[in-house]
C-alpha cells in the first residue's frame, strides 16, 4: 500500500509585536479598552462617520461595539488597533493596521465633532511611523470612497498613491460604492 506523503507549507508573517502607546502634540493613542463601548457606539450611530467606512453596520449598537472590542482587548489579534484620545483619555477615533489577505491595510474613522482639526492626520501620521520602525519592509494598503476627498489628500500628503479604483460593498449604504485604492510603499512616508 502507498501513501502520499503531503507536506504542508508553513507561512510565518512577521508580525508588528504588541499595540504601543504613541503620544503626539495633543493625542494619546492607545490601545482599546472594553470601556470605549459607548464612545465607539456613540461614533459610529452617526452616518456622517459610518457611511465613509465599509465594514460597520447601520444602525450600530452597544452590542456591535463590544463585539469587535473583546476580541482586540483579549489581545488575540497582531493588528494594530489604537484608540485616538486627547488629554481627558476619551475614545474620539480609532486608526487600525490590520492583517488582510496576507498584506497590511491602514483604516481610520474619527468622530465627526473633531473633523477638521487637522487630528486623523496626527494619528496616522504616528501610527505609520511607529509601524514603520516595527516592520520597515512592509506595504501598507488603504483607499477611500470617492466621495471622501479630505481622506485621499490625508493619504497623499503622508506619501500613498493611487494604485486603481474598484467598488467596494459599504454596510451603511448597502450598495457598492466607488472606491480609489492606495498604496504606501516602503519609505515613502512623508512626515511634516
Same mark, same amino acid.
Given at each position: 500500500m502507498n501513501a502520499a506523503v503531503l507536506q504542508r507549507r508553513v507561512v510565518t508573517l512577521a508580525v508588528p509585536g504588541p499595540e504601543p502607546v504613541i503620544r503626539t502634540a495633543r493625542l494619546t493613542l492607545?490601545?482599546?479598552?472594553l470601556g470605549d463601548a459607548e464612545a465607539i457606539t456613540e461614533s459610529l450611530s452617526d452616518?456622517?462617520?459610518?457611511?465613509?467606512? *465599509?465594514?460597520?453596520?447601520?444602525?450600530?449598537?452597544?452590542?456591535?461595539?463590544l463585539d469587535w472590542l473583546v476580541p482586540r482587548a483579549s489581545g488575540i489579534f497582531s493588528d494594530w488597533a489604537l484608540a485616538i484620545t486627547e488629554g481627558d483619555d476619551v475614545h474620539i477615533g480609532t486608526v487600525a493596521i490590520e492583517r488582510r489577505h496576507d498584506r497590511w491595510h491602514l483604516g481610520y474613522w474619527l468622530n465627526r465633532y473633531y473633523w477638521r482639526r487637522g487630528i486623523m492626520g496626527e494619528a496616522v501620521a504616528a501610527t505609520l511611523e511607529r509601524f514603520g520602525r516595527r516592520m520597515p519592509e512592509a506595504t501598507i494598503h *488603504?483607499?477611500?470612497f470617492v466621495d471622501n476627498p479630505?481622506?485621499?489628500k490625508l493619504q497623499e500628503r503622508l506619501g500613498f498613491r493611487i494604485t486603481?479604483?474598484?467598488?467596494v460593498f459599504s454596510f451603511a449604504r448597502s450598495t457598492m460604492v466607488p472606491h480609489v485604492e492606495t498604496i504606501l510603499s516602503p519609505g515613502d512616508l512623508r512626515i511634516g
Open positions: 492607545r490601545p482599546h479598552r452616518f456622517a462617520v459610518t457611511r465613509m467606512l *465599509s465594514r460597520v453596520p447601520v444602525p450600530y449598537h452597544r452590542q456591535d461595539a *488603504s483607499g477611500v479630505a481622506s485621499l486603481g479604483c474598484a467598488e
